[in-house]
């Protein structure tokens, strides 16, 4: 049945029909899927659930002010001293200032810092929703009015010179992802397939794919609450041409395969289709299963990226089972030039590197996977060096930005941050109460005047040092809980910092809660899939192994090589989530023919020959996706950088050492075993002495 079904989607004629659909569907999309950028939040108050203390103060301060406004810092700094010329300077440019479009409230400052040596004027933006895709030119007139001159140096920080470097970073984030993934993938396509027009055909199904669903994305962002920011757009890219590639890989290698066997093409990739598309099936399902779980998250920001990312994954599964057989179909053989797979010639996999591999492992399979985990296990004590609880603003970039750079300097000279205080709503009849128990506390100014409208008050105070640190972050805490011990308050804290704490709390909360959801559904879908329970534990330990590996080595990495401070908190989840349900990927491409050979040959031939046939593609596919990857780290934020490097060094281990290598010997001295309890346990060899081993890949 499936190989009809796959014989009607490739026929003389359906072909055309098939590849005409998709293509024109991705060019009729193609206009939604280049707004999906103006449909991103990324604002970090709107990733946090609603049960989010900072969250619940948010909603009852929407009297006191406006959620969309930007609270924008004009920092000054002389290191000679500021001269009473550049306070009057500075007090005309106030003026000037205040007559900027979008600006709202007054204008605070100049305020000089203590040793008179900087100083701050605070103007506040808001030009509503998405409004900070504005602020660049806002700071680029602000800069006009206010230049630096003579030894007189200007930043433009707080919220909004913050949001102007952030849409400076996602500005084109997403042509300067494709473009680089694009030509990644073209390079790594010419050198695995050695011909200068095969790349063509996976890198248009992978260029619709991507387009699909963008659009599809951007309708859910839209239309359907889908949290979408620059960093869950920036994964879909490669997640999509990443995946689709290796899907593409997989199916152009079982084609070449059937190619050999069957003189009609056709007829040829019927039963590609029919013997490679369960495989790609079951992995995908397995990738977009385990993104589900992210749903699960609290971050609204995680959980929005498990659709976005499960989405991109079924869109790229589908068009590289209809439009990519279409297309190679379309072409014939000769798309494979110079080297044409020609009926009834040699089938090379049973005598390449990899089947050379096997052999190699089958000699004494038990001391490889044992000195393989051994290995791998000592490379998890890396993890030690991972300190993943947040990146304050300064740590956040690769480059010195604007904002980053003012922020600190106004530190330095000990003015606090005007632009993110500490908000405080409580019920007006306790507002002197929260102010006293505000007052004195270590890491904030006096808080100011408390601002009363009808039954609730608004108290802020400017917090000192920079917001986004750990410091703060206690700061926050002890001002939570200085006002919730004032009775019958009802005080709710906010603010910048406060959002980033709970952040902080809340990824955490869903480290705990979506790993171990990802496991369970993980095992599942491989208990079904092999029907069998010794293989799919040993696979899930495998790849918890490797991710322990990657964590390991990329936190060092992180710490001697790259010289962060720190990782961001959601980087543990994110890179376990990808690693074990895309690490779980090859997996199930080698064990999938492993028990299709073990039918035929016994489990310990069809061990060495799965690894054989698959293992060039699967090693290519590995390559592909972890080049994909890594091309996030060439983005400015460090965030993105070390998804990117922990996701690349975990997919190469994958499948190069796990997959290839640990695996393989497993199933070669646990023989048969691994399929208990299933049929294919009953009858088979007895697992023979470690160093009688040897198996020919052609039994």
């Known amino acids: 049945m499936h190989r009809r079904i796959a014989g009607t989607l490739t026929g003389p004629i359906t072909k055309w029909i098939v590849a005409a659909v998709v293509l024109l569907l991705a060019i009729g999309l193609s206009g939604f899927a280049g707004k999906l950028t103006s449909a991103q939040s990324n604002d970090a108050s709107s990733w946090l659930p609603d049960s989010a203390e900072s969250t619940r103060a948010l909603d009852k301060m929407t009297p006191f002010q406006d959620p969309n406004a930007l609270t924008t810092v004009v920092a000054y700094e002389r290191s000679s001293g500021l001269t009473e010329e550049d306070m009057a300077t500075a007090k005309q440019q106030a003026a000037e200032l205040a007559k900027l479009d979008g600006v709202t409230g007054q204008v605070i400052g100049p305020i000089p810092s203590p040793d008179g040596k900087a100083m701050q004027t605070v103007v506040t933006f808001d030009f509503g929703e998405n409004g900070w895709q504005e602020m660049p030119d806002v700071v680029d007139k602000i800069h006009q009015i206010a230049p630096e001159s003579d030894g007189l140096k200007v930043y433009v920080t707080g919220t909004g010179g913050q949001a102007a470097d952030q849409a400076e970073v996602f500005e084109g984030i997403d042509s300067t992802l494709l473009f680089a993934t694009m030509g990644v993938v073209i390079v790594i396509l010419l050198i695995t397939y050695r011909s200068p027009l095969l790349w063509l055909l996976p890198v248009v199904s992978a260029g619709s794919a991507l ?23 920036g994964i879909l890219t490669v997640l999509v041409f990443g995946a689709g590639t290796d899907y593409a890989l997989l199916l152009v290698a079982r084609y070449r395969e059937e190619l050999r066997r069957h003189e009609n093409r056709h007829e040829a990739m019927a039963f590609a289709l029919h013997r490679a598309a369960p495989a790609i099936v079951a992995s995908a399902s397995t990738v977009i299963l385990g993104m589900l779980c992210l749903l699960l998250a609290d971050m609204n920001s995680t959980a929005g990226l498990g659709p976005v990312a499960a989405i991109g994954v079924a869109v790229a599964l589908l068009v590289m089972l209809t439009l990519l057989p279409a297309l190679l179909v379309i072409f014939g053989r000769w798309i494979f030039w110079p080297k044409r797979p020609t009926f009834g010639s040699h089938e090379p996999t049973s005598t390449g590197i990899w089947a050379g591999v096997g052999q190699w492992i089958s000699r004494f399979p038990r001391r490889v996977w044992v000195v393989t985990t051994v290995l791998l296990a000592i490379a998890c004590l890396g993890v030690f060096k991972l300190d993943a609880t947040g990146l304050t603003t300064e740590d956040s970039y690769t480059k010195d930005f604007d904002s980053v750079v003012g922020q600190q300097m106004l530190a330095d000279h000990g003015l606090a941050d005007q632009s993110n205080p500490v908000m405080v709503v409580a019920n007006a009849d306790h507002a002197d109460q929260v102010v006293e128990a505000m007052t004195g506390i270590e890491g904030i100014d006096t808080p100011g005047k408390p601002v009363v409208l009808g039954d609730l008050a608004f108290i802020t105070a400017p917090i000192q040092g920079d917001a986004s640190s750990s410091t703060a972050f206690k700061t926050v805490d ?73 964590m390991g080595l990329s936190a060092v990495l ?58 060039g593609v699967i090693t290519s596919a590995g390559v592909v996706l972890a080049a994909t990857f890594l091309v996030l780290s060439t983005l400015p934020l460090v965030a993105f950088v070390e998804i990117g490097v922990a996701v690349a060094l975990g997919v190469l281990l994958d499948t190069i050492v796990v997959r290839s290598v640990l695996v393989t010997a497993l199933n070669l001295d646990l023989g048969s075993r691994i399929w208990w309890p299933s049929k294919l346990d009953r009858g088979q060899e007895a697992p023979p002495p470690a160093s009688q081993e040897t198996v020919s890949a052609n039994a």
């Open 478 to 550: 002890r001002v939570r809980d200085a006002v919730h011990a004032v009775d019958g308050a009802d005080a709710l804290v906010s603010g910048s910092t406060a959002i980033l704490d709970d952040i902080e709390h809340a990824s955490a909360r869903d480290n705990r809660v979506v790993i171990p959801a990802v496991l369970i559904v993980v095992l599942l879908i491989l208990v079904l899939l092999l029907r069998a329970l010794v293989s799919p534990v040993l696979l899930i330990a495998t790849v918890v192994l490797s991710f322990g590996a990657a």
């Open 558 to 615: 992180f710490h001697y090589v790259f010289g962060f401070a720190g990782a961001d908190a959601s980087l543990p989840l994110f890179v376990f989530v990808f690693l074990v349900a895309l690490g779980i990927d090859y997996n199930i491409f080698l064990m999938t023919r492993v028990r299709e050979e073990t039918a035929v040959r016994g489990t310990r031939p069809g061990a060495l020959v799965a690894l054989g046939a698959t293992g």
């Open 211 to 233: 387009v699909i669903a963008q659009a599809v994305v951007y309708f859910f962002a839209k239309h359907g609450d889908l949290t979408v920011n620059g960093q869950s757009q």
